[in-house]
């Protein structure tokens, strides 16, 4: 079975510019999360989708970042404007059902450099 | 708020010899789920290993086992014969069994497999 894709795989943005990312879980996932992992440091929740509905995004910095998930497939997640802060890996992981004992499967990630 | 502890920032081991990651959790709950994820330098995060918190006996796989301590609220994951292809990021995460939440990481550990 094919896995969570994303893209681009790196982006180089100037402080104030907007950029998107995309992810494609993986086909019948129905929970999509989006994780922020600055360097040195573990993955940090951004927001977590179960379907086309917003579960969790208490860790979003609503000023500046967006995300949807229409359908309840494919998701985007949106800064605008950058700030250097934003520099960091953009991790994209969805899993079955969203409680229970189930693996999150992740995505190779977005690399953003915000100069 | 749960919080995940890995106080080994970097951790050597010889290839075929044995290491063992630690890993501390703090939590009022009392079941939950317990991860170690590999993080290779192509990012990809992989799940090693998990265990959940009502069962007693550690979960193996393979080479990879883990030591799981309830009371004192450890989780270390051993990992035997090690080989090259075992250097990587190791992150340990939680997550309550009776929610829909994400998971919680640390900070991670850094393992370097010397020939």
């Known amino acids: 079975e094919a896995g969570v894709a994303q893209s681009p795989r790196y982006k180089i943005i100037e402080k104030r510019q907007s950029v998107a990312f995309w992810c494609n879980p993986i086909?019948?996932?129905?929970?999509l999360y989006w994780y922020q992992q600055i360097l040195g440091q573990g993955p940090k929740l951004l927001i977590q989708?179960?379907?086309?509905?917003?579960?969790?995004d208490s860790q979003l910095p609503k000023d500046r970042f967006s995300a949807e998930r229409l359908k309840g497939v494919d998701s985007t997640l949106k800064i605008q404007p950058a700030k250097l802060e934003d520099s960091a890996v953009y991790l994209c992981?969805?899993?079955?059902?969203?409680?229970?004992?189930?693996?999150?499967?992740f995505g190779p990630g977005t690399r953003l450099t915000v100069t | 708020a749960q919080t995940v502890t890995q106080s080994q920032p970097e951790m050597s081991v010889q290839e075929a010899e044995t290491v063992t990651l630690s890993c501390t959790y703090d939590t009022s709950e009392s079941d939950y789920y317990l991860f170690w994820y590999k993080q290779p330098p192509s990012r990809q995060m992989i799940l090693v290993i998990r265990q959940e918190a009502y069962k007693q006996q550690n979960a193996t796989e393979n080479r990879f086992s883990v030591n799981f301590q309830k009371a004192a609220k450890s989780f270390s994951l051993k990992i035997s014969d090690s080989q090259l292809g075992d250097a990587a990021m190791y992150f340990c995460a939680y997550r309550p069994s009776n929610s829909g939440y994400a998971l919680n990481f640390g900070k991670g550990t850094s393992l370097l497999v010397t020939p």
């Open positions: 989708f179960q379907n086309n509905g917003v579960v969790d």
């Open positions: 992981a969805s899993s079955p059902l969203m409680s229970g004992f189930y693996e999150q499967y």
């Open positions: 086909s019948g996932h129905a929970t």
